[in-house]
């Protein structure tokens, strides 16, 4: 499956921003898709992942300021971020497994380019 994430840019610390990740070459129902950002010189932190028809989950650092969905009728996933901190600023990829998500930045199968978020304290 090819991933595609866009909607990063700049934003004020406090603002929102949606990032989308649409998929193509798979059937799109056939997977989880998560979130996975990674911070100038940090690890890659797990950020947000949502199942085909139902589960969700989030990490702890961004728990009740975003909100992940999926729209399987335009094989898109979306990442609704509001209260933006500085600290949120990074890349921000998406990915894709078989199956169910798993809360980890590892064991996912398909990664797509990445879109930078960086928010301005």
């Known amino acids: 499956v090819q991933l595609q994430a866009s909607g990063g840019g700049l934003v004020q610390a406090g603002g929102s921003l949606r990032l989308s990740c649409a998929a193509s070459?798979?059937?799109?129902?056939?997977?989880?898709i998560g979130w996975i950002r990674q911070a100038p010189g940090k690890e890659r932190e797990f950020v947000a992942a949502?199942?085909?028809?139902?589960?969700?989950t989030y990490g702890d650092s961004v728990k009740g300021r975003l909100t992940i969905s999926r729209d399987n009728a335009k094989n898109t996933v979306y990442l609704q971020m509001s209260s933006l901190k500085h600290e949120d600023t990074a890349v921000y990829y998406c990915?894709?497994?078989?199956?169910?998500?798993?809360?980890?930045?590892?064991?996912?199968?398909?990664w797509g380019q990445g879109t930078l978020v960086t928010v301005s304290s």
């Open positions: 990915a894709a497994r078989p199956g169910l998500y798993v809360r980890t930045t590892m064991t996912w199968d398909y």
């Open positions: 070459g798979r059937t799109f129902t056939d997977y989880a």
């Open positions: 949502i199942n085909s028809f139902a589960g969700w």
